[in-house]
Nanobody
Framework: QVRLVESGGGLVQPGGSLRLSCAAS????????MRWYRQAPGKERELVASITRDEVTNYEDSVKGRFTISRDNAKNTVYLQMNSLKPEDTAVYYC???????????WGQGTQVTVSS
């Protein structure tokens, strides 16, 4: 079983920055991808960014150039650096690990990000 714990959310003014962290514990197979999702009130959960173990990254169009996903494989931790934040980035952000061989998804509890003046 994999446990994910997110941290780093909070309240920030438009144009500000936050860095989210997600630490994974437990047995994680090597062939995996780590992802950040977000869910705003009244909206469906959407994929924000993903990173493979080989550090191949992908981003949702609205965050390209503003957000950076990274990972530390030794620590089983994934990060999301968020810059130039906008009010529309307000959401609960969730960490996800997808293990390809086991076909297993693990989720964190979510961390609130609020962008408001």
């Amino acid at each position: 079983q994999v446990r994910l714990v997110e941290s780093g959310g909070g309240l920030v003014q438009p144009g500000g920055s936050l860095r989210l962290s997600c630490a994974a514990s437990g047995s994680i197979s090597r062939n995996n991808v780590m992802r950040w999702y977000r869910q705003a009130p009244g909206k469906e959960r959407e994929l924000v960014a993903s990173i493979t173990r080989d550090e191949v990254t992908n981003y949702e169009d609205s965050v390209k150039g503003r957000f950076t996903i990274s990972r530390d494989n030794a620590k089983n931790t994934v990060y999301l650096q968020m810059n130039s934040l906008k009010p529309e980035d307000t959401a609960v952000y969730y960490c996800n690990v997808h293990e390809f061989i086991l076909i297993r998804d693990s989720w964190g509890q979510g961390t609130q990000v609020t962008v408001s003046s």
